[in-house]
């Protein structure tokens, strides 16, 4: 018995991974194909992308017969262009908004919250997780400045509730569901980025704060599983889990440590802003864009196209952009010229008005009514920084060649690589804006498997995280629960130095064991929208009883009146009588039954069961009641209250006080008290502070361009 079951956890976790790889795969082939609707046609077959369709031309395929271009004018492809993003968008926005609006978002932040314990009832479900595969390729391929990583993970951690709850073991069991949804989140991952290990490390640093050795087995079988059926169904026919895999086999030289600083330094500033400004664009969403969702979203797609036409790396798919930028430019990495010296000027002017563009569409973009991630979005801002960078400082080799700085290079002629620049600043822009470390490095090792890059890799993200540390942000996922107002309670544990008795709730409602009837129960559910109820005793002296859920009680009062006449009147109790011990015995033997409809009580079970407690003249709740609820004693400090709602996930706790009953804590209680109680120590560099040298920013730049423009206008006059 043992045995299967084991062997039933493994076979659950492998079963959701190779589910999570299938989806990964038909969802990466989609969207490419999507991709290049925009742009053009196969006269081969219009199921075949240009990859596909040019599959016998080295290059960019611009030599290839067989892919016709929407017109030989740019002005018709623009417009064809323009109009292809705006019907995706709409499509995508339409579909969230009719069927299935939790698949709007990233995620990350929802699934956060119900590994901790939170319940989110549909988040995972069947509508969600098809209306999310199916709208994630055409948001993707409508251009909008958003990633489906992210959603990957939401996705793959539906895929793995809906195979979880094939098993009784799990579905009946909410902390072997989390193990499950843990597991899941690191499959996605994995498939977004080729990456298991990377996979599992995001697990553990971002979504779970309670992590067990048990689970990481867990995780890294669902993982590689999934990374696995990736790679067998190589969606992209080139052998790489992901369309921007690189390999690097040149070194790096001490001198660059300085331009490692550099984007490091830029990989937490980015993080900050988009964040702070971000926040700001979702609170003026929430406030006047709630009702105008679909027109949204395609205002976003219809703009980004517009105005992202002009410019080469904004026009094409971001993953695609990304694997260019990471090119050496030896053995046929040269693209549009972004190798030539005689353009680098022009691809520096481009690189940085890309970065520019991209950062102000992310921030306005992430958070529509779409399923949008902010991995890849992140990432192809730091390329593009990173490469502009790296072709700044060839040009500085190549016009001061005896400069001690470069007294390494003088033997080497290709001694500065720009795609190794904007793969470090790749990784500067994800560490920067998730505030992730260990993970990014796995993850960019996995990409490109050069051990000579660990090194760059990790000063680079160290210098983000002293930056970021220093501005005093947190990650973008925390920042959204925290704007959301779930109820989360961070994995950094401090010393509050006060008692549970500071925080919990004195006036709480209570139900007596005895003495009430149908209608007051009735009037206490319709005056009050709390989950449950705690019960006393009823000669005054508030002894502990038990708990009663909200929902079981609905659950009762809805099943009694079918087995009996049961009038208003009719008392209730909450005590078993002598002979109905037996049917406690009933009560625990039948599985689900403690959590009533919330988690499907067969209804016959529940009929069997009021048939026996609705008693003439007396309707009896006590099967229902938890006898042993959680209770801390009012002294406890209040850090270990926390570490129980972490690692247990109870709704709710009580105090109480040599079993009387005192009061009770929620995670909001907790939360409530961390923000309004405590003062937070100040950051070196507080908010007006930062709006201060934004706005200092701001204003030099357009006094700049307007100068800029000011000659310019008086050149052309002469």
């Known amino acids: 018995m043992r045995v299967a079951e084991a062997g039933q956890s493994w076979f659950v976790a492998g079963l959701a991974g190779m589910c999570i790889g299938i989806n990964a795969a038909l969802i990466s082939i989609i969207t490419a194909w999507l991709s290049d609707l925009k742009m053009g046609y196969c006269s081969d077959g219009w199921w075949l992308n240009r990859q596909f369709c040019c599959w016998e031309i080295e290059g960019d395929s611009d030599g290839c017969d067989s892919w016709h271009p929407w017109s030989p004018a740019w002005a018709v492809r623009w417009i064809v262009y323009t109009i292809f993003a705006s019907v995706f968008s709409f499509t995508a926005a339409h579909l969230v908004r009719s069927i299935a609006k939790y698949a709007a978002g990233s995620g990350i932040s929802e699934i956060k919250c119900i590994i901790g314990g939170f319940t989110m009832k549909g988040y995972l479900g069947f509508g969600t997780f098809f209306i999310k595969s199916m709208t994630l390729p055409l948001v993707i391929a409508s251009g909008l400045s958003v990633g489906k990583e992210g959603p990957s993970v939401h996705v793959a951690c539906c895929i793995g509730n809906l195979v979880a709850s094939l098993f009784s073991r799990y579905s009946r069991s909410q902390g072997k569901m989390r193990e499950i949804l843990t597991a899941s989140s690191a499959a996605g991952v994995a498939v977004a980025f080729g990456s298991p290990i990377g996979g599992v490390l995001f697990s553990i640093e971002e979504m779970s704060s309670i992590f067990?050795?048990?689970?990481?087995?867990?995780?890294?079988?669902?993982?590689?599983?999934?990374?696995?059926?990736?790679?067998?169904?190589?969606?992209?026919?080139?052998?790489?889990?992901?369309?921007?895999?690189?390999?690097?086999?040149?070194?790096?030289?001490?001198?660059?440590?300085?331009?490692?600083?550099?984007?490091?330094?830029?990989?937490?500033?980015?993080?900050?802003?988009?964040?702070?400004?971000?926040?700001?664009?979702?609170?003026?969403?929430?406030?006047?864009?709630?009702?105008?969702?679909v027109s949204e979203a395609v205002l976003l797609a219809?703009?980004?196209?517009?105005?992202?036409?002009?410019?080469?790396?904004?026009?094409?798919?971001?993953?695609?952009?990304?694997?260019?930028?990471f090119r050496e430019c030896q053995g046929g990495g040269d693209y549009d010229n972004i190798c030539q010296t005689s353009e680098q000027w022009t691809?520096?002017?481009?690189?940085?008005?890309?970065?520019?563009?991209?950062?102000?569409?992310?921030?306005?973009?992430?958070?529509?009514?779409?399923?949008?991630?902010?991995?890849?979005?992140?990432?192809?801002?730091?390329?593009?920084?990173?490469?502009?960078?790296?072709?700044?400082?060839?040009?500085?080799?190549?016009?001061?060649?005896?400069?001690?700085?470069?007294a390494v290079c003088q033997m080497d002629v290709q001694c500065i690589t720009p795609g190794t620049y904007a793969f470090l600043g790749a990784a500067a822009a994800l560490s920067g804006i998730m505030r992730l470390t260990v993970t990014v490095v796995v993850i960019m090792f996995e990409l490109t498997g050069a051990l000579t890059y660990i090194l760059p890799t990790m000063i680079v993200l160290?210098?983000?995280?002293?930056?970021?540390?220093?501005?005093?942000?947190?990650?973008?996922?925390?920042?959204?629960?925290?704007?959301?107002?779930?109820?989360?309670?961070?994995?950094?544990?401090?010393?509050?130095?006060?008692?549970?008795?500071?925080?919990?709730?004195?006036?709480?409602?209570?139900?007596?064991?005895?003495?009430?009837?149908?209608?007051?129960?009735?009037?206490?559910?319709?005056?009050t929208q709390i989950k449950g109820f705690p019960i006393v005793s009823?000669?005054?002296?508030?002894?502990?009883?038990?708990?009663?859920?909200?929902?079981?009680?609905?659950?009762?009062?809805?099943?009694?009146?079918?087995?009996?006449?049961?009038?208003?009147?009719?008392?209730?109790s909450f005590l078993p009588d002598e002979g109905d011990q037996?049917?406690?015995?009933?009560?625990?033997?039948?599985?689900?039954?403690?959590?009533?409809?919330?988690?499907?009580?067969?209804?016959?079970?529940?009929?069997?069961?009021?048939?026996?407690?609705?008693?003439?003249?007396?309707?009896?709740?006590?099967?229902?009641?938890?006898?042993?609820?959680?209770?801390?004693?009012?002294?406890?400090?209040?850090?270990?209250?926390?570490?129980?709602?972490?690692?247990?996930?109870?709704?709710?706790?009580?105090?109480?006080?040599?079993?009387?009953l005192s009061g009770l804590v929620t995670v909001k209680d907790v939360l409530r008290f961390t923000v309004t109680e405590q003062s937070p120590a100040r950051s070196p560099w507080d908010e007006r502070e930062f709006e201060g040298i934004i706005e200092e920013v701001w204003t030099w730049t357009y006094g700049r361009a307007h100068a800029f423009v000011s000659l310019c206008r008086g050149f052309v006059r002469r």
């Not at 984007?263 to 802003?273: M, N, R, S, V």
């Not at 002017?349 to 890309?354: E, I, P, R």
């Not at 010393?495 to 009837?517: E, Q």
């Not at 038990?546 to 009062?557: C, N, S, W």
């Open 347 to 406: 691809m520096v002017n481009s690189l940085f008005l890309a970065t520019v563009l991209r950062i102000g569409l992310v921030i306005i973009s992430y958070g529509c009514k779409v399923p949008a991630g902010i991995f890849v979005p992140s990432m192809a801002i730091g390329a593009t920084f990173g490469r502009m960078i790296g072709i700044m400082v060839k040009a500085l080799y190549r016009a001061y060649p005896r400069s001690s700085m470069f």
């Open 212 to 293: 067990s050795i048990k689970t990481m087995w867990r995780s890294f079988v669902c993982a590689l599983m999934a990374t696995a059926t990736l790679s067998a169904m190589n969606p992209y026919r080139s052998g790489k889990l992901v369309l921007f895999q690189v390999t690097y086999d040149r070194d790096w030289h001490f001198f660059e440590i300085i331009v490692f600083v550099i984007l490091g330094i830029f990989g937490g500033l980015y993080g900050a802003f988009v964040v702070k400004f971000n926040l700001q664009v979702a609170a003026f969403r929430r406030k006047y864009l709630g009702s105008f969702p």
């Open 582 to 660: 037996n049917h406690a015995s009933l009560r625990v033997d039948i599985p689900g039954i403690a959590a009533g409809p919330a988690v499907g009580v067969d209804d016959d079970i529940s009929m069997e069961i009021i048939e026996t407690i609705a008693i003439p003249n007396v309707l009896k709740f006590w099967p229902w009641v938890n006898r042993t609820p959680l209770t801390v004693a009012p002294q406890l400090p209040l850090e270990v209250v926390m570490q129980l709602f972490k690692r247990m996930g109870p709704r709710v706790i009580l105090i109480e006080d040599h079993e009387v």
């Open 538 to 572: 009823a000669d005054g002296t508030g002894l502990l009883v038990g708990y009663i859920e909200r929902a079981d009680l609905r659950h009762i009062l809805d099943k009694a009146p079918h087995v009996q006449d049961i009038s208003p009147d009719t008392p209730c």
């Open 302 to 325: 219809t703009i980004t196209a517009l105005v992202g036409w002009f410019n080469r790396f904004i026009r094409i798919d971001m993953t695609e952009s990304m694997s260019i930028l």
């Open 462 to 527: 160290l210098v983000t995280k002293a930056v970021g540390d220093f501005l005093g942000t947190n990650g973008i996922a925390d920042e959204m629960i925290r704007f959301n107002g779930y109820p989360f309670l961070e994995r950094d544990d401090e010393s509050y130095n006060v008692p549970v008795s500071r925080v919990m709730k004195r006036d709480i409602r209570t139900l007596p064991a005895s003495g009430l009837r149908v209608r007051d129960i009735e009037d206490r559910l319709a005056s």
